[in-house]
């Protein structure tokens, strides 16, 4: 069986792009670290909520496949698990998501502290260079096509 996702929807995708660039620009225009703080967290809530209908289609499509032993089997569920398995399972998702956070973190640091050097030497506005490279990579992400279902 092959699945096609629909495409992204334009809106979602550029509206992703501006909101990276304003989240990695953020330091050029507001001083305030607070500040930055708060707005950034309204970015993160537009965001979330513009992807939303994609994750809700994803959700769907995962639902409508069909199960392991194909025809009407229902998919995969964490519930069908033993409970062993999905101790182990939720912890190892849970130390999945923990590095992931303190990668994304390591990360936004060094690419503050590249912009601080760019501002100690001089470039104006030098984080918004940088910015809108990371918004253009993150366009791109979006528009790579997801793996289909029948590919091993």
Do not use: C, N
Request: net charge positive.
């Amino acid at each position: 069986m092959t699945t096609t996702a629909a495409p992204p929807r334009a809106g979602a995708v550029l509206a992703s792009g501006a909101a990276t660039v304003l989240w990695y620009a953020l330091p050029d225009g507001i001083s305030s670290r607070t500040a930055r703080g708060w707005v950034k967290v309204g970015l993160f809530a537009g965001s979330l909520a513009l992807s939303a209908p994609e994750l809700r289609a994803a959700l769907a499509t995962t639902r409508e496949r069909p199960g392991p032993g194909g025809g009407d089997d229902p998919p995969f569920t964490f519930r069908s698990l033993p409970a062993g398995k999905q101790a182990v399972t939720l912890g190892s998702a849970a130390a999945a998501l923990a590095l992931a956070a303190r990668g994304v973190v390591a990360v936004e640091r060094w690419a503050f502290r590249q912009g601080q050097a760019r501002a100690a030497a001089g470039k104006r506005l030098p984080h918004t260079g940088p910015a809108l490279a990371y918004g253009v990579l993150t366009i791109g992400l979006w528009l790579v096509p997801a793996p289909s279902s029948d590919q091993a």
